[in-house]
């Protein structure tokens, strides 16, 4: 039950793109569609932005979107805004349990 | 609206044990499978167990079996977690999230639970 492996901080400026990694392995990520994205904000519980690899929920902007390829999965936020700032975890079906990523820190700068 | 709300957490000593509960609303909780992620101060989400919609399948983080158990009461909506022989590395806000194939919505607000003399 290894975390799966994101980059500890991401930023750009508004109106740019960043895309954060979600790096795991074949028992996990790659043997599974079940890859889903969690936004966080300090002091707030997560909020479901991605799941199932690509798939977003009513509500979340059209700016967030997800794929996969192999054991790693990507989060693109496009055309970031102040409000995107904030910490981002990955998660994915492992078997009968799940498991998270270590979490990326995004900055708009 | 759907709504979970998480209640139990507080100060114990290690070695002690904690009850931690989950009320759930604005759903029908008997057809959902629910889980609970912890994430200690400043450090990052971690799945702690999950349970399915009877209670007739659980399973655990190994960091956490035989230590703690979930369960559920349907008839009441509510979603559990007892806590045993705790540790100061299970000091953490704890999460309820409902379940709907493999990812989590909604996630309750947390309580936190600190373990320490």
């Known amino acids: 039950q290894s975390a799966l492996t994101q980059p500890p901080s991401a930023s750009g400026s508004p109106g740019q793109s960043v895309t954060i990694s979600c790096t795991g392995t074949s028992s996990d990520v790659g043997g599974y569609d079940y890859v889903s994205w969690y936004q966080q904000h300090p002091g707030k519980a997560p909020r479901l932005m991605i799941y199932e690899v690509s798939k977003r929920p009513s509500g979340v902007p059209d700016r967030f979107s997800g794929s996969k390829s192999g054991n790693t999965a990507s989060l693109t936020v496009s055309g970031l805004q102040a409000e995107d700032e904030g910490d981002y975890y990955c998660s994915s079906v492992a078997g009968s349990t799940n498991v998270f990523g270590t979490g990326t820190k995004v900055t708009v700068l | 609206e759907v709504q979970l709300v998480e209640s139990g957490g507080g100060l114990v000593q290690p070695g002690g044990s904690l009850r931690l509960s989950c009320a759930a609303s604005?759903?029908?909780?008997?057809?959902?499978?629910m889980h609970w992620v912890r994430q200690a101060p400043g450090k990052e989400l971690v799945w702690v167990a999950r349970i399915n919609s009877d209670g007739s399948s659980i399973n655990y983080a190994d960091s956490v079996k035989g230590r703690f158990t979930i369960s559920r009461d349907n008839a009441n909506n509510t979603l559990y977690l007892q806590m045993n022989s705790l540790r100061a590395e299970d000091t953490a806000v704890y999460y309820c999230?409902?379940?709907?194939?493999?990812?989590?919505?909604?996630w309750g607000r947390g309580t936190l639970v600190t373990v320490s003399s």
């Open positions: 999230a409902k379940e709907s194939r493999w990812y989590f919505d909604p």
């Open positions: 604005g759903f029908t909780f008997s057809r959902y499978w």
